[in-house]
């Protein structure tokens, strides 16, 4: 399934910690969107580890869980539309 995580934090710190957090989750397409391919075990974890990340009463972060049959409805300009990543690389 895929997560649309999107944000808005105005500490520095706090907005790169998160950042840096999701990029091990999925893929940034904007400056505070990021799409992650999860299982629902995964899209429980994340959201459990991204609360210790942010400030409740400051920051905005929003977890959009988004069904295969509206992926493949996704319209994009400028960009690649949402992909799975590979489920192996051959090295």
Known sequence: MLVLVVYDIPDDK???KLSNFLE???RRVQFSV???F???EEMRQLFEKSKKLVKPSE???RFYWISEE???RVLTIGSE???APP???VI
């Open 14 to 16: 706090r907005r790169t």
């Open 24 to 26: 091990g989750y999925g």
């Open 34 to 36: 990021f799409e992650c």
């Open 38 to 40: 999860l299982s629902l």
């Open 59 to 61: 920051d905005n972060v």
């Open 70 to 72: 509206a992926v493949s």
């Open 81 to 83: 539309e949402p992909a």
């Open 87 to 89: 489920k192996y690389y």
